[in-house]
Protein backbone atom coordinates (compact mmCIF):
# COMPACT_ATOMS: atom_id res chain seq x y z
CA UNK A 1 0.00 0.00 0.00
CA UNK A 2 1.45 3.60 -0.71
CA UNK A 3 1.54 6.68 1.77
CA UNK A 4 2.38 10.21 0.73
CA UNK A 5 4.01 11.69 4.08
CA UNK A 6 4.29 15.55 3.50
CA UNK A 7 7.55 16.89 5.70
CA UNK A 8 9.10 13.40 5.65
CA UNK A 9 12.62 14.87 6.42
CA UNK A 10 11.25 16.21 9.81
CA UNK A 11 11.90 14.71 13.33
CA UNK A 12 9.04 13.20 14.03
CA UNK A 13 8.21 12.28 10.32
CA UNK A 14 11.28 10.20 10.50
CA UNK A 15 9.88 7.72 12.90
CA UNK A 16 7.06 7.74 11.09
CA UNK A 17 8.64 6.65 7.89
CA UNK A 18 10.51 3.82 10.06
CA UNK A 19 7.11 2.28 11.39
CA UNK A 20 5.88 2.77 7.74
CA UNK A 21 8.67 0.78 5.95
CA UNK A 22 9.23 -1.37 8.66
CA UNK A 23 5.44 -2.50 7.85
CA UNK A 24 6.12 -2.93 4.23
CA UNK A 25 4.27 0.22 3.08
CA UNK A 26 5.60 1.58 0.18
CA UNK A 27 6.71 5.46 1.42
CA UNK A 28 5.88 8.33 -0.82
CA UNK A 29 7.52 11.62 0.90
CA UNK A 30 7.52 15.06 0.15
CA UNK A 31 10.63 17.54 0.81
CA UNK A 32 11.16 20.91 0.32
CA UNK A 33 14.57 20.13 -1.92
CA UNK A 34 16.01 17.59 -3.02
CA UNK A 35 19.24 17.46 -0.77
CA UNK A 36 16.92 16.89 1.85
CA UNK A 37 15.06 13.87 0.44
CA UNK A 38 18.09 12.54 -0.77
CA UNK A 39 19.79 12.66 2.97
CA UNK A 40 16.61 10.62 3.97
CA UNK A 41 16.31 8.15 1.09
CA UNK A 42 20.18 7.30 1.75
CA UNK A 43 19.53 7.16 5.56
CA UNK A 44 16.58 4.44 4.99
CA UNK A 45 18.40 2.25 1.75
CA UNK A 46 20.99 1.18 5.11
CA UNK A 47 18.23 0.27 7.23
CA UNK A 48 15.97 -1.42 5.22
CA UNK A 49 17.74 -2.62 1.64
CA UNK A 50 15.54 -1.78 -0.77
CA UNK A 51 13.87 0.86 1.48
CA UNK A 52 10.47 0.86 -0.29
CA UNK A 53 10.91 5.02 -0.48
CA UNK A 54 10.59 7.86 -2.84
CA UNK A 55 10.56 11.40 -2.12
CA UNK A 56 9.33 14.39 -4.25
CA UNK A 57 10.09 18.05 -3.89
CA UNK A 58 7.07 20.09 -2.96
CA UNK A 59 8.81 23.70 -2.31
CA UNK A 60 5.54 25.54 -1.27
CA UNK A 61 2.58 23.73 0.10
CA UNK A 62 0.50 26.58 0.44
CA UNK A 63 -0.04 26.87 -3.26
CA UNK A 64 -2.97 25.34 -4.95
CA UNK A 65 -2.63 22.57 -6.69
CA UNK A 66 1.16 22.28 -5.07
CA UNK A 67 0.55 17.93 -4.94
CA UNK A 68 -0.99 17.83 -7.73
CA UNK A 69 2.15 16.30 -9.41
CA UNK A 70 2.89 14.05 -7.03
CA UNK A 71 -0.78 12.47 -7.16
CA UNK A 72 -0.55 12.47 -11.26
CA UNK A 73 2.69 10.40 -10.58
CA UNK A 74 1.58 8.17 -8.14
CA UNK A 75 -2.23 7.94 -8.65
CA UNK A 76 -2.68 4.76 -6.40
CA UNK A 77 -1.88 6.43 -3.40
CA UNK A 78 -4.10 5.50 -0.31
CA UNK A 79 -2.86 6.91 2.70
CA UNK A 80 -2.00 10.38 3.26
CA UNK A 81 -0.37 11.78 6.49
CA UNK A 82 0.29 15.60 6.27
CA UNK A 83 2.70 16.30 8.53
CA UNK A 84 4.99 19.60 7.51
CA UNK A 85 4.33 22.47 9.16
CA UNK A 86 6.85 25.10 10.99
CA UNK A 87 7.66 24.58 14.16
CA UNK A 88 10.59 26.38 15.05
CA UNK A 89 10.72 30.42 15.67
CA UNK A 90 13.32 32.88 14.87
CA UNK A 91 11.72 33.53 10.97
CA UNK A 92 12.48 36.97 9.58
CA UNK A 93 8.99 36.52 7.48
CA UNK A 94 6.08 37.42 9.99
CA UNK A 95 3.76 35.37 11.59
CA UNK A 96 1.27 34.98 9.10
CA UNK A 97 3.61 33.88 6.48
CA UNK A 98 5.37 31.21 8.71
CA UNK A 99 2.56 29.54 10.49
CA UNK A 100 -0.57 30.57 9.72
CA UNK A 101 -0.88 30.70 6.03
CA UNK A 102 1.21 27.74 5.73
CA UNK A 103 -0.58 25.43 7.41
CA UNK A 104 -3.95 26.35 6.77
CA UNK A 105 -3.42 27.10 3.11
CA UNK A 106 -1.27 23.70 2.80
CA UNK A 107 -3.99 22.05 4.34
CA UNK A 108 -6.91 23.07 2.06
CA UNK A 109 -4.51 22.41 -1.05
CA UNK A 110 -3.60 18.87 0.31
CA UNK A 111 -7.39 18.61 0.86
CA UNK A 112 -8.43 19.66 -2.56
CA UNK A 113 -6.12 17.76 -4.70
CA UNK A 114 -7.06 14.42 -2.69
CA UNK A 115 -10.91 15.05 -3.58
CA UNK A 116 -10.01 15.68 -7.35
CA UNK A 117 -6.79 13.52 -7.70
CA UNK A 118 -6.85 10.82 -5.19
CA UNK A 119 -9.73 8.59 -5.86
CA UNK A 120 -7.81 5.39 -3.79
CA UNK A 121 -7.51 7.30 -0.67
CA UNK A 122 -9.01 5.68 2.03
CA UNK A 123 -7.19 7.49 5.08
CA UNK A 124 -5.87 10.77 5.73
CA UNK A 125 -3.87 11.41 8.81
CA UNK A 126 -3.25 15.28 9.87
CA UNK A 127 -0.73 15.76 12.53
CA UNK A 128 -2.61 18.56 14.36
CA UNK A 129 -1.25 19.61 17.88
CA UNK A 130 -1.96 19.78 21.70
CA UNK A 131 -2.06 23.32 20.78
CA UNK A 132 -5.58 23.08 19.01
CA UNK A 133 -6.31 21.16 22.65
CA UNK A 134 -4.97 23.45 24.98
CA UNK A 135 -7.10 26.62 26.89
CA UNK A 136 -4.01 28.34 28.10
CA UNK A 137 -6.57 30.45 30.66
CA UNK A 138 -7.93 27.77 32.10
CA UNK A 139 -4.94 25.22 32.24
CA UNK A 140 -6.83 22.94 35.35
CA UNK A 141 -10.13 22.33 33.83
CA UNK A 142 -9.41 18.79 32.47
CA UNK A 143 -8.61 18.51 28.82
CA UNK A 144 -9.91 15.45 26.51
CA UNK A 145 -10.15 14.58 22.79
CA UNK A 146 -13.25 16.55 22.74
CA UNK A 147 -11.43 20.37 23.94
CA UNK A 148 -10.56 22.85 21.69
CA UNK A 149 -7.93 25.84 22.14
CA UNK A 150 -10.72 28.92 21.51
CA UNK A 151 -7.60 31.15 19.95
CA UNK A 152 -8.34 33.33 17.02
CA UNK A 153 -6.48 34.22 14.20
CA UNK A 154 -6.27 37.75 15.06
CA UNK A 155 -5.71 37.08 18.50
CA UNK A 156 -2.44 35.13 17.62
CA UNK A 157 -1.36 36.83 15.01
CA UNK A 158 1.28 39.44 17.24
CA UNK A 159 3.24 36.49 18.56
CA UNK A 160 5.01 33.57 16.84
CA UNK A 161 4.36 31.07 19.61
CA UNK A 162 0.77 31.95 19.60
CA UNK A 163 0.90 32.09 15.43
CA UNK A 164 2.03 28.53 16.01
CA UNK A 165 -0.26 27.39 18.12
CA UNK A 166 -3.45 29.07 16.18
CA UNK A 167 -2.15 27.37 13.00
CA UNK A 168 -2.18 24.26 14.06
CA UNK A 169 -5.87 24.92 15.58
CA UNK A 170 -7.34 26.61 12.33
CA UNK A 171 -5.79 23.86 9.94
CA UNK A 172 -6.92 21.13 11.92
CA UNK A 173 -10.53 22.57 12.38
CA UNK A 174 -10.41 23.70 8.55
CA UNK A 175 -9.38 19.48 7.84
CA UNK A 176 -12.58 18.93 10.14
CA UNK A 177 -15.05 21.09 8.12
CA UNK A 178 -13.63 20.17 4.84
CA UNK A 179 -14.63 16.55 5.49
CA UNK A 180 -17.98 17.59 6.39
CA UNK A 181 -18.64 20.13 3.47
CA UNK A 182 -17.14 17.58 0.43
CA UNK A 183 -19.22 14.46 2.37
CA UNK A 184 -20.36 13.55 -1.11
CA UNK A 185 -17.07 13.46 -2.27
CA UNK A 186 -14.54 12.41 0.42
CA UNK A 187 -14.25 8.75 -0.05
CA UNK A 188 -11.39 8.94 2.86
CA UNK A 189 -11.50 8.37 6.97
CA UNK A 190 -10.31 11.44 8.72
CA UNK A 191 -7.98 11.52 11.94
CA UNK A 192 -6.40 14.17 13.62
CA UNK A 193 -3.31 13.56 16.27
CA UNK A 194 -2.56 16.57 18.84
CA UNK A 195 0.68 15.30 20.17
CA UNK A 196 2.47 18.04 22.82
CA UNK A 197 5.26 18.77 22.96
CA UNK A 198 7.59 15.75 21.47
CA UNK A 199 10.68 14.50 23.22
CA UNK A 200 12.88 11.67 22.46
CA UNK A 201 15.68 10.30 20.37
CA UNK A 202 15.88 11.09 16.95
CA UNK A 203 15.55 8.59 14.51
CA UNK A 204 19.35 8.46 12.55
CA UNK A 205 22.56 10.26 14.59
CA UNK A 206 22.82 12.88 11.69
CA UNK A 207 19.82 14.68 13.73
CA UNK A 208 21.77 16.19 16.19
CA UNK A 209 24.21 17.25 13.81
CA UNK A 210 22.78 20.99 13.60
CA UNK A 211 23.73 24.20 15.71
CA UNK A 212 19.81 24.25 17.34
CA UNK A 213 17.58 20.75 17.04
CA UNK A 214 13.76 21.10 16.18
CA UNK A 215 12.51 23.33 19.11
CA UNK A 216 11.23 20.41 21.36
CA UNK A 217 14.10 17.91 21.46
CA UNK A 218 16.55 21.29 22.16
CA UNK A 219 15.06 21.22 24.89
CA UNK A 220 16.27 18.14 25.88
CA UNK A 221 19.81 18.98 24.60
CA UNK A 222 19.77 22.12 26.46
CA UNK A 223 19.65 19.82 29.98
CA UNK A 224 22.74 18.12 28.72
CA UNK A 225 24.34 20.96 28.13
CA UNK A 226 23.74 22.67 30.38
CA UNK A 227 26.51 23.81 33.40
CA UNK A 228 26.45 23.68 37.35
CA UNK A 229 25.91 27.74 36.93
CA UNK A 230 23.39 27.96 34.45
CA UNK A 231 20.03 29.04 36.68
CA UNK A 232 17.67 28.51 34.36
CA UNK A 233 14.44 29.55 34.27
CA UNK A 234 13.28 25.76 34.50
CA UNK A 235 10.00 26.39 34.82
CA UNK A 236 9.82 26.80 31.40
CA UNK A 237 8.28 25.63 28.86
CA UNK A 238 5.58 23.68 31.73
CA UNK A 239 3.67 21.59 29.31
CA UNK A 240 2.63 18.24 28.45
CA UNK A 241 4.83 16.32 26.60
CA UNK A 242 5.05 12.49 24.33
CA UNK A 243 7.81 10.26 23.48
CA UNK A 244 8.43 10.79 19.66
CA UNK A 245 8.10 6.93 18.65
CA UNK A 246 4.29 6.73 20.25
CA UNK A 247 3.49 9.78 17.96
CA UNK A 248 4.88 7.97 15.45
CA UNK A 249 3.03 4.83 16.12
CA UNK A 250 -0.08 7.14 16.45
CA UNK A 251 0.27 8.05 13.04
CA UNK A 252 0.07 4.83 11.35
CA UNK A 253 -2.64 2.85 13.44
CA UNK A 254 -5.46 4.97 11.85
CA UNK A 255 -4.26 3.34 8.35
CA UNK A 256 -4.75 -0.30 9.65
CA UNK A 257 -7.94 0.55 12.22
CA UNK A 258 -11.41 1.88 11.24
CA UNK A 259 -12.11 2.26 14.85
CA UNK A 260 -10.07 5.63 14.42
CA UNK A 261 -11.77 7.29 11.86
CA UNK A 262 -13.12 10.67 12.50
CA UNK A 263 -11.17 10.65 15.90
CA UNK A 264 -8.73 13.00 17.71
CA UNK A 265 -5.87 11.17 19.48
CA UNK A 266 -3.34 13.12 22.22
CA UNK A 267 -0.43 10.81 22.84
CA UNK A 268 0.89 11.58 26.41
CA UNK A 269 3.67 10.47 28.63
CA UNK A 270 2.58 7.36 30.96
CA UNK A 271 -0.75 7.34 29.83
CA UNK A 272 -2.59 3.58 29.49
CA UNK A 273 -5.47 2.14 30.47
CA UNK A 274 -3.72 -0.63 32.72
CA UNK A 275 -2.41 2.15 35.08
CA UNK A 276 -3.29 5.71 34.11
CA UNK A 277 -0.46 8.03 35.16
CA UNK A 278 -1.83 11.57 34.94
CA UNK A 279 1.05 13.20 36.35
CA UNK A 280 3.71 11.70 33.88
CA UNK A 281 2.52 13.85 31.17
CA UNK A 282 3.68 17.03 32.73
CA UNK A 283 6.84 18.48 32.31
CA UNK A 284 9.51 20.92 32.46
CA UNK A 285 13.60 21.33 31.99
CA UNK A 286 13.73 20.96 36.31
CA UNK A 287 12.20 17.63 35.60
CA UNK A 288 14.51 16.72 32.60
CA UNK A 289 17.66 17.85 35.12
CA UNK A 290 16.13 15.67 38.02
CA UNK A 291 15.88 12.94 35.64
CA UNK A 292 19.51 12.92 34.31
CA UNK A 293 20.79 13.58 37.52
CA UNK A 294 19.29 10.47 38.67
CA UNK A 295 20.46 8.11 36.10
CA UNK A 296 23.77 9.50 34.48
CA UNK A 297 25.95 9.44 37.63
CA UNK A 298 28.96 10.26 35.03
CA UNK A 299 27.20 14.05 34.47
CA UNK A 300 26.28 14.93 38.08
CA UNK A 301 27.76 17.72 38.65
CA UNK A 302 28.97 18.45 35.10
CA UNK A 303 25.39 19.55 34.22
CA UNK A 304 22.93 22.17 36.38
CA UNK A 305 20.77 20.58 39.28
CA UNK A 306 18.02 23.60 38.84
CA UNK A 307 16.68 25.29 41.69
CA UNK A 308 12.91 24.24 42.19
CA UNK A 309 12.37 22.81 45.61
CA UNK A 310 9.10 21.51 44.77
CA UNK A 311 9.06 20.69 41.18
CA UNK A 312 5.38 19.08 41.99
CA UNK A 313 3.56 22.17 42.67
CA UNK A 314 4.83 23.96 39.64
CA UNK A 315 4.05 21.10 37.21
CA UNK A 316 0.63 20.61 39.29
CA UNK A 317 -0.45 24.40 37.82
CA UNK A 318 0.13 23.48 33.95
CA UNK A 319 -1.97 21.37 31.78
CA UNK A 320 -4.58 18.81 33.26
CA UNK A 321 -5.82 15.92 30.97
CA UNK A 322 -7.61 12.65 30.64
CA UNK A 323 -7.05 11.08 27.78
CA UNK A 324 -8.35 7.43 28.24
CA UNK A 325 -10.27 7.73 25.24
CA UNK A 326 -6.82 7.92 23.22
CA UNK A 327 -5.68 5.27 25.24
CA UNK A 328 -8.75 2.83 24.53
CA UNK A 329 -9.15 3.24 20.86
CA UNK A 330 -5.36 2.65 20.07
CA UNK A 331 -4.18 0.09 23.22
CA UNK A 332 -1.30 2.04 23.43
CA UNK A 333 0.76 2.47 26.22
CA UNK A 334 2.35 5.55 26.22
CA UNK A 335 6.13 5.78 27.46
CA UNK A 336 7.11 6.91 30.81
CA UNK A 337 8.39 10.41 31.01
CA UNK A 338 11.73 8.99 32.24
CA UNK A 339 12.03 6.45 29.36
CA UNK A 340 12.25 9.18 26.72
CA UNK A 341 14.58 10.84 28.56
CA UNK A 342 16.75 8.51 29.11
CA UNK A 343 16.77 7.14 25.74
CA UNK A 344 17.53 10.91 24.30
CA UNK A 345 20.13 11.60 27.04
CA UNK A 346 21.93 8.09 25.90
CA UNK A 347 21.85 9.33 21.82
CA UNK A 348 23.74 12.78 22.55
CA UNK A 349 26.27 11.30 24.46
CA UNK A 350 27.13 8.69 22.07
CA UNK A 351 26.85 11.10 19.56
CA UNK A 352 29.29 12.87 21.11
CA UNK A 353 31.68 10.05 22.35
CA UNK A 354 31.41 9.94 17.86
CA UNK A 355 32.16 12.81 17.45
P1 LIG B 1 10.45 19.54 12.11
O1 LIG B 1 10.82 20.98 12.07
O2 LIG B 1 11.53 18.57 12.42
O3 LIG B 1 9.78 19.12 10.75
C1 LIG B 1 8.89 19.93 10.09
C2 LIG B 1 8.73 19.46 8.66
O4 LIG B 1 7.80 20.33 8.00
C3 LIG B 1 10.04 19.55 7.86
O5 LIG B 1 10.03 18.61 6.83
C4 LIG B 1 9.95 20.96 7.29
O6 LIG B 1 10.70 21.15 6.12
C5 LIG B 1 8.47 21.02 6.95
N1 LIG B 1 8.01 22.40 6.84
C6 LIG B 1 8.13 23.40 7.74
N2 LIG B 1 7.57 24.52 7.28
C7 LIG B 1 7.09 24.23 6.05
C8 LIG B 1 6.43 24.98 5.06
N3 LIG B 1 6.12 26.26 5.24
N4 LIG B 1 6.11 24.35 3.92
C9 LIG B 1 6.44 23.05 3.72
N5 LIG B 1 7.06 22.29 4.62
C10 LIG B 1 7.39 22.88 5.77
O7 LIG B 1 9.26 19.47 13.15
P2 LIG B 1 8.48 18.27 13.84
O8 LIG B 1 8.90 16.96 13.31
O9 LIG B 1 8.55 18.48 15.29
O10 LIG B 1 7.00 18.60 13.39
C11 LIG B 1 6.25 17.81 12.51
C12 LIG B 1 4.80 18.10 12.70
O11 LIG B 1 4.43 17.81 14.04
C13 LIG B 1 4.40 19.56 12.46
O12 LIG B 1 3.12 19.55 11.88
C14 LIG B 1 4.32 20.13 13.88
O13 LIG B 1 3.45 21.23 13.95
C15 LIG B 1 3.76 18.92 14.60
N6 LIG B 1 3.95 18.93 16.05
C16 LIG B 1 5.21 18.91 16.59
C17 LIG B 1 5.37 18.89 17.95
C18 LIG B 1 6.72 18.84 18.59
O14 LIG B 1 6.81 19.00 19.80
N7 LIG B 1 7.79 18.62 17.86
C19 LIG B 1 4.21 18.91 18.86
C20 LIG B 1 2.94 18.89 18.17
C21 LIG B 1 2.83 18.90 16.82
P3 LIG B 1 12.19 21.80 6.17
O15 LIG B 1 13.09 20.75 6.73
O16 LIG B 1 12.47 22.13 4.75
O17 LIG B 1 12.10 23.01 7.04
Redesign the pocket.
Known sequence: EKVLV?????????HVLDILLSEGYHVIG????EG?GDKVKNSFAKLYPPAKLDVEV?????QPGAFDAVFKKYPDLQHVV???????FGSDQSNEE?YLI??TE?TKSILNTVVQLGPKVKTFVQ?????AIRNEHNKTSVHTEATWNPVTWEQARTTSLQS?CA??KLAEKLGWDFVQQHASQVKFNYTA???????GPQMFGWGLDGEKL????QIVNDAVNSTPSSKGPFDSPSAL??D?RD?ALLHMLPLRSEKLAGQRLIPVAGASLAKPNYDDGRFNPQRILDVINARFPELKGKIAAGNIEDNKKVLDKSYHYNTDLTCKLTGVEFKSFETTVVDSVKQILEHRRDK
Open positions: TGCNGYIALTARSKVTDISHMAANFSTPSGTSSFAYSKVCPPYVLNTSATAVV
